[in-house]
């Protein structure tokens, strides 16, 4: 624990990050439509939105700590008083951007996907039962074509 403070309040963050979006997948795929645990729509739905603010404080934390540092390296290097070693920004700091980018906009998504499910009712489809398709080994043994469908099935008719 000999290190700096900011050093040790980046690294604060990012766990912070990594234990909210591990929370926030949870909570994701709990409020999922396709999952059959967490209750009715409306309480998936409540729960989903839950999980698009966690994303988002998860993004955030991770979007302050990787600030936060690239802020101290780059006042670090333009310091002409500054004598130890001068470091670079790197590209764990851009995939750490980029990260942080695209966890606060899937909160944003999950966050939206509230509104579609209030007071919409699940659209019905209808059967319209199976067609007949005449392959091509039914053959049609009249010179006058006949209206009626095919009496014959075969594999092709269901496709």
Same mark, same amino acid.
């Given at each position: *624990? +000999? $290190?700096?403070?900011y050093i040790?309040a980046?690294?604060g963050?990012?766990i912070s990050?990594?234990?909210?979006? &591990? +929370?926030?997948?949870v &909570?994701g795929?709990v409020?999922?439509?396709c999952?059959?645990v967490g209750?009715s729509?409306? #309480?998936?739905a409540?729960?989903?939105c839950?999980?698009? $603010?966690i994303f988002? *404080?998860?993004?955030l934390?991770?979007?302050?700590?990787?600030?936060?540092y690239?802020?101290?390296i780059?006042?670090?290097?333009f310091d /002409?008083? +500054?004598?130890a070693?001068?470091y670079?920004l790197?590209?764990?700091? &851009?995939i750490?951007?980029?990260?942080?980018?695209?966890?606060?906009i899937?909160?944003?998504i +999950?966050?939206f996907?509230i509104?579609?499910?209030?007071?919409?009712a699940r659209?019905?489809?209808a059967?319209?039962?199976?067609?007949?398709?005449m392959s091509?080994?039914?053959?049609?043994?009249?010179?006058? /074509?006949?209206? #009626?469908? /095919?009496k014959?099935?075969?594999?092709?008719?269901?496709?």
């Open positions: *624990l +000999f $290190l700096t403070g040790q980046c690294r963050l990012m990050a990594v234990c909210l979006g &591990f +929370f926030g997948a &909570f795929l409020g999922m439509k999952t059959k209750g729509d409306q #309480t998936k409540k729960i989903a839950l999980a698009g $603010l988002i *404080l998860s993004g934390c991770s979007m302050t700590s990787c600030s936060l690239a802020n101290r780059t006042s670090e290097f /002409p008083s +500054f004598v070693q001068k670079e790197g590209a764990a700091l &851009f750490g951007w980029a990260g942080a980018s695209l966890c606060i899937g909160g944003i +999950f966050c996907s509104g579609e499910n209030s007071n919409s659209r019905g489809y059967y319209n039962g199976a067609t007949s398709v091509s080994r039914t053959k049609v043994h009249n010179s006058v /074509p006949d209206k #009626t469908p /095919p014959h099935f075969d594999k092709n008719a269901y496709v």
